[in-house]
């Protein structure tokens, strides 16, 4: 027998990632239960909303939103009452924790946050240099990084990065190559916070081979040789204690979790500074 489906709308009248964010983290605490999301975005008109609400009445489930809008807000409100559908404003709590505390009242200007400013264009300047400083490029300007993650093929390095950049760090990267020394450029930064990253050879090899499959690839090859790997992680493991760089396993992590790794390692060094 099928499980039940849930519905869950994300009503925003920006982009939606708040939204996203939010219940995505929430459903993570669930297991075993099948969910279908539905999302408007950009819902800024009263015939935006109707359009919406319309869509939630031929799938009555869960609504949260981020409506700015007040006539918009109660409108949304009104109508899930009236379907009995339950309805949560998500950024109700936190507005009205930041308007007690900072003393005025907020502008209700909606998608506010992805304004062309100076963090923004900050943020597209990080992920520019991160590009230019992915798998060992621009090892000439690496002393400007903020941070240089340093791993073995298949490590997260690229992805990482790219998350990183989008927070407005510049991050580059460089691989260890077997048989191929590191590049003196990374062992002499002082400015930038190195951090190895490795990860279990049963894992690696895991990955690798996912890789190669993807590629077409059939032969045997010690890039995904167990007993290769090991010495491989093995090897760049000594590498990272010899120069004392913070280190992190990213066997099972996500990315997101291993960047807020790197951003604590971050905070700490700005803060012994």
Sequence with gaps: MNPPVFHIHLVSDATGET?????????????????????????????????????????????????????????????CTRMDVPCLDVMAGPVAALRAFLGVAESHRPGGQHEVDQRYLHRIEALNFTIQHDDGQGLDGLENAQVVLVGASRT????????????????????IVPGVPLPQAVKAAKRPLVVGLWAAPDRLVQVRRNRLNTLGEVRDTSYADLEQVRDEVTATRRLFEQMGWPTIDVSRRSVEETSAAILNLLGDRRVSV
Excluded: M, W
Aim: net charge positive; with cysteine; proline share 6%.
């Design 19 to 79: 939204l996203n964010a939010i219940a995505k983290a929430a459903l993570a605490q669930f297991e075993d239960v099948r969910v279908e999301e539905h999302a408007y975005t950009l819902v800024r008109s009263p015939r935006q909303l109707a359009r919406a609400i319309e869509h939630i009445g031929e799938s009555p489930g869960l609504v949260f939103f981020t409506l700015v809008n007040p006539d918009l807000q109660r409108e949304l409100i009104s109508q």
């Design 156 to 175: 997260s390095k690229t992805p990482t990065c790219v998350y990183l950049a989008i927070r407005g760090i510049r991050a580059a990267n460089v691989p």
